[in-house]
């Protein structure tokens, strides 16, 4: 299972740091992603990774604002966000997609992923 961390309060504008660690299982072999999803609305994804950090994919609302690493000796996966947007506001989950080792092409299907943690909030606001 995932623990997703790092969320909080920021201004918009402002930039969080949000850390997926894994726990029980590697990282090797699954692309990563995180998702998030804002009351009422559904789930959606914003960026993924594969094990190596070489192949990467972001929506086009979070393309270059927000970026995603992963560090393979510590099994965690982590989203820098930057110029936070009202937008931005969610609950952030980070999943393994059982299906794809790799994040060329991505279609993010909730149901391809797995060993979803308990979330990390974020909340943009003045």
């Known amino acids: 299972q995932f623990v997703e961390s790092g969320g909080g309060l920021v201004q918009p504008g402002g930039s969080l740091r949000l850390s997926c660690a894994a726990s029980?299982?590697?990282?090797?072999?699954?692309?990563i992603a995180w998702f998030r999803q804002a009351p009422g609305k559904e789930r959606e994804g914003v960026s993924c990774?594969?094990?190596?950090?070489?192949?990467?994919d972001y929506v086009s609302s979070v393309k270059g604002r927000f970026t995603i690493s992963v560090d393979k000796p510590k099994n965690t996966v982590y989203l820098q966000m930057n110029s936070l947007e009202p937008e931005d506001a969610a609950v952030y989950y980070c999943?393994?997609?059982?299906?794809?080792?790799?994040?060329?092409?991505?279609?993010?299907?909730?149901?391809?992923?797995?060993?979803w943690g308990q979330g990390t909030q974020v909340t943009v606001s003045s």
């Open positions: 999943a393994a997609n059982l299906l794809r080792s790799s994040c060329s092409g991505y279609v993010y299907r909730s149901h391809e992923h797995a060993y």
């Open positions: 029980g299982f590697s990282l090797d072999y699954y692309a």
């Open positions: 990774i594969n094990s190596n950090g070489g192949s990467t």
